[in-house]
Each structure stands twice: as C-alpha cells, then as structure tokens.
C-alpha cells in the first residue's frame, strides 16, 4: 500500500507513474469506505480522485493554493492532505468535516460549500499574491454544474482581462446535481465531441487561454498536461473530461442518485436506510401543474428535493411547465416572480440556504413590483442541514421584513398543504412559505389565509403563553400538556402561521391575563420573530422571553441537542413555565 505512506503532498511527489495509479485506487477505496458507511458526495469525489493526486504531484500544496468551488469533491485533497485516517478508519469518520476547512489544514483555503464561488475566490488571493509581489500557481477547482451560476460567470469575465497566473481547472462530468440545462453545456458537450479544437469556445470568447484533456481519470495524462500550465503568467482554463461516479458502475450509470446521499451497501448500491415513502412537497406541486395548465414551477439544480425524479421532470418539461435554471438562485427567483406578474402560477422551490443569494431579487425584482409568485423555502432552521455551510437560520430575519412579502410558517403538513393551495390560488402579493420538518397533525387546515397576519391560538389560558414558530408547535403543546398534567394550570400556545406581521387582536388579548410570553424558534433569536414579539410588548407589563440559537455558525450539530443547548426542549420549557407561573403579574 501507498497510502499508508502519504502524510502530505510532499509524500506524493516521492511516487513514481505507475505508483500513483496504485496509490489513486487506493485513495477511491478510501473515499468509499467512508461515504458508505456514513454517506456523503458520493460521485463528485469518486471522479476526481486521479485529478486531484496530479493536481498535488505537480503543485505544492499550501505554496501553490487550491481553490474548490463548494468544495463536495474535496474528499481525495482532505486525504492527501494528512486526514486519511478520517475515511479509512471508521472511528475517526468524524475527525473532518465534508468541505474544506482552514481550521482542519493549511491546505484548505476556505470554509465553503456554495457553488459558483472558486474563480473569485481565486482571483482574490492572485491579487493579495501580486499586490506582495510574491510568486506561486492560484487554481480554482470548479465543477460544470456550477459554471452556470452566474458569480462564476462574472469572474471568468474579469479573469479575461486579468493578466497575471491564474489556472482555472473546469471539471467537466456532463452532470451537476440533476442533469445540466442551459446553452453553456451545448458549447461544452461540442468541446468534448471534439477534443477542445472547435471554434465555439466559450472560455476563449472571453479572452481566456485554453487546454483541453479529454481522459481525466487517467493520471499520467492529467500529469502531463499540468506540467505544461504550472507557472503560466496569464489566466488559462484547463477543461477536464471526467467521469461522476468512476469506480463504483452503479454510481457512473445513476449520475444523480449518487451525487450526494446517506449509507449504502457497496456491492450494489442499495441504500442502508430507506425513507418512509411520504412526500407531500412533490405531491403537493404536481397537483398544482394538473390542475392548472397555465402554472410553472422553477427549481435550482435540486429537483431531487421536491422528489421530482427524471421521469416527472421530462413530463412537465415537455408541457413547459418545469425549469431547473442550473444553479442560478437569483435567475430563478426574478424569473418567477416576472412570469407571476405576467399571469402564470409560478413557484420557485429551493433550499434555504441556497437562498441567501436571492434577496436583492426577492426583494427588488419580486416585492417591490407586488408580484403574486410563490417561493418554497426547504430546510431551514436547525432540522435543516447541519453544516455551516448548508445551513439557514437566519431565513426569517432576511425575509420577514420586506414589504408585500407574506411569510408563512406551518406546524404541520396539513397546515403547509393549505397554505401552498391558498398561495397559488391567489393574485394579490408574493407568498414565500417556510418548510422545515413536519409532522402530520391529523387535521385537516381550515384557517382563511386571505385573512392577513391572523395568529392561530392552539390553546388558551392564562399568566404565560408560548409563541411558537411552525415545527416547534408540537413541542409547545406537549409542554402545555405536562403543565396541566402536574400544576392543573392552563397555558396559552399560539402558532403565529404569519412571520411577516403582526397579529394585534391576539397579541392585545394577552395584556391582562398574561404576566409572561415565551417566543420559540428553531433560527437564530437575534433580530429573529421572537424580537418582533418583544417589541410588540415594550411599553406593557408583559414580560417577553426569546428563546433561540446565538448568533454565530454552527457546525455537524445534532438538532435536538442544539436547541436543547438553547433551552428548547420538553424538560427546559416545562421547567422554565412551571418557574414563570409562580411568578404573580
């Protein structure tokens, strides 16, 4: 074995050809005993394993920097990099997390895990570089998938005129997450038809030298034509064909299913942990698309979180009914909102933290002009995912405030269903709804969304009340629950259902039969909804508790513990109440 030999990249350059094909192997089975075990970005690593052992035999690592956009086909790099112990022994799984991380390594440039971002990022630490009149190679790492969002695009454009060392390898697997979309891939499907030499190149046309290598999983080759780049004094693109999955012939032949995903069984494939087969969200859209020809929905280069499989998506493609923009957040978010004012039924559904990059449309090209779109928010809060850089917690401090916008929270799926019927019904404002995890309450949601920033009161009763926010409802009640089993007191649950407003009938009822309000929420309290309840409540006697994550970015975290950590969970509120309700007014 040549693995057990590598403590860093110094190590690699000791190999020779055929060596480094072995200990390429090797590194692959390493990647796969940890993303099987354990899950992970499956076929993003396993096609770039030969690349990345090249990339580190002819540069030197942390001299030269590396740049990974996303940084999900880190794996091999965190294994030459000193950290191989955290994928081929299980104890050490742990030791690392799955995106670069400067706190783990020197060789790790920066924490992060949205796409689109390499080329800038690069082209910062060429100037930082350049403006100290040092010398090394800057190379960005950059996915096909992530070419279509449009930050990669601006920094190739500026890297066009840029006239100092900057390497730009493109791996090119013919696949983001789902299948690519857009005119960018014809132009790099004919690059790759014809070994890099057909006149319509997309790189060139923005003034940016180019290399071509068609057999990006052989190492020798990649060597070869690395060489030959190492040092330039002008920005190039080094275009690399590889193949997703390679290794694993279940992996190469199902692209999507296995760019990302839980624990699977490494003779064929089979997921360890099956899910329960419920999926409201899709079930939910394609009622929309059936039973109104003139809706859309967009989605982001993730329609395999609304359980839009490649058969569902060609159907309502070829109706004109569905858009995957690539990753291209903000492209998606305007063009739904033009297409809402122009008289469609269009819905835009992405993830949370994916997001982030949309306020200026959302709020400028969406709400400013009252457009009547429907925006689905996936994952947010804490029971979304639990890597800092995949994480949304502060979704309702970014879209509560913004004027037309109505922000809606569900407690349960129920409660959600009514709300994305009533959204996509009605012609009056935009709608952006919350959905975390949730759970079925069992009944069916008469609330009259038309009736705005109208709070549901689960519960009444007397001296404290809880307000909380969507999936935290059910622990709510089952503190109200307890308090009445061992005190024989009543308390009030409220579940607001409205983020963006207040609701003052409810909130005035509470001045003199409450001497306490408990807020809950499963995103950051700071400027959070519970900092719009205590501002409700300044000038009155009711005494207002936000209870919330800090402010800071929270990393591998098991969500219930979190909260718990926050004084969100049975016990602490049960606790916290009990205390409150020996407290007179």
């Known amino acids: 074995m040549y693995l057990e030999r590598i403590n860093g990249p110094e190590d690699i350059k000791k190999l020779n050809v055929d060596e480094l094909k072995v200990l390429s192997s090797e590194v692959r089975d390493a990647v796969i005993n940890r993303i099987s075990k354990i899950g992970g970005h499956q076929g993003p690593n396993l096609g770039?394993?030969?690349?990345?052992?090249?990339?580190?035999?002819?540069?030197?690592?942390?001299?030269?920097?590396?740049?990974?956009?996303?940084?999900?086909?880190?794996?091999?790099?965190k294994i030459l990099t000193g950290r191989k112990e955290a994928f081929t022994d299980d104890n050490h799984f742990r030791d690392v997390t799955g995106y670069t991380n400067p706190k783990e390594s020197v060789h790790d440039k920066f924490l992060v895990g949205h796409t689109s971002t390499s080329i800038s990022l690069a082209l910062g630490l060429a100037k930082a570089r350049d403006l100290k009149k040092e010398k090394r190679n800057v190379i960005a790492i950059i996915g096909d998938g992530s070419l279509s969002g449009g930050q990669a695009f601006e920094a190739l454009d500026y890297a066009g005129e840029y006239d100092k060392n900057l390497i730009i390898v493109v791996n090119d697997n013919d696949q983001s997450i789902a299948e690519n979309h857009g005119g960018l891939y014809k132009t790099l499907k004919e690059l790759r038809e014809n070994n890099g030499k057909c006149e319509n190149n997309y790189f060139k046309s923005l003034g940016l030298d180019y290399v071509y290598c068609d057999d990006g999983n052989d190492v020798e080759v990649l060597i070869k034509e690395l060489k030959k780049i190492k040092d330039i004094g002008h920005p190039i693109v080094f275009h690399v064909h590889t193949i997703k999955g390679k290794g694993l012939a279940y992996a190469e032949k199902e692209r999507e299913r296995f760019h990302a995903g839980g624990p699977f069984n490494i003779e064929d494939g089979t997921p360890k942990y099956k899910g329960n087969g419920d999926n409201y969200i899709r079930d939910s859209l394609i009622k929309i698309l059936e039973e109104d020809p003139a809706s859309l929905l967009v989605n982001a280069a993730t329609p395999g979180g609304l359980g839009f499989d490649d058969n569902i998506r060609k159907k309502y493609r070829d109706r004109g009914q569905f858009i995957d923009v690539g990753i291209a957040e903000e492209n998606?978010?305007?063009?739904?909102?033009?297409?809402?004012?122009?008289?469609?039924?269009?819905?835009?559904?992405?993830?949370?933290?994916?997001?982030?990059?949309?306020?200026?449309?959302?709020?400028?090209?969406?709400?400013?002009?009252?457009?009547?779109?429907?925006?689905?928010i996936l994952s947010p809060g804490v029971y979304g995912m639990n890597s800092a850089t995949h994480i949304a917690l502060c979704d309702i401090q970014m879209f509560s405030h913004i004027p037309n916008l109505i922000y809606l929270a569900p407690a349960y799926k129920e409660e959600y269903l009514a709300m994305i019927e009533y959204a996509s019904k009605q012609k009056e404002h935009p709608i952006a709804i919350r959905v975390p995890r949730l759970t079925y309450s069992n009944k069916k949601d008469e609330t009259d969304y038309s009736i705005m920033n109208r709070y549901k009161m689960e519960q009444l009763g007397e001296d404290v009340a809880i307000i909380a926010v969507g999936e935290l409802v059910p622990l709510a009640m089952e503190v109200a629950k307890k308090i009445k089993e061992e005190t024989g007191k009543e308390i009030t649950v409220i579940n607001p259902h409205f983020l963006s407003g207040y609701d003052e009938l409810a909130l005035g009822s509470l001045y003199n039969t409450h001497h306490h309000v408990i807020t809950i929420e499963s995103g950051e309290k700071f400027g959070g909804f519970g900092s719009n309840i205590s501002s409700f409540f300044a000038d009155s006697d009711v005494k207002v508790i936000n209870l919330g994550l800090g402010k800071e970015f929270y990393n591998d975290f098991k969500a219930d513990e979190l909260l718990d950590q926050c004084g969100i969970s049975l016990d602490k509120l049960f606790n916290l109440t009990k205390n409150l309700l020996e407290i007179k007014k």
């Not at 739904?336 to 269009?346: E, I, L």
């Not at 997001?355 to 457009?371: A, E, G, K, V």
């Open 332 to 376: 998606g978010v305007s063009l739904v909102g033009a297409a809402a004012r122009g008289g469609a039924n269009a819905i835009f559904a992405t993830f949370a933290p994916f997001f982030q990059r949309t306020y200026d449309q959302m709020s400028h090209d969406t709400c400013l002009n009252d457009s009547p779109a429907t925006y689905l």
């Open 48 to 77: 770039v394993v030969e690349l990345t052992v090249a990339l580190h035999y002819v540069f030197s690592s942390p001299i030269d920097e590396f740049v990974f956009d996303v940084s999900h086909q880190c794996y091999p790099h």
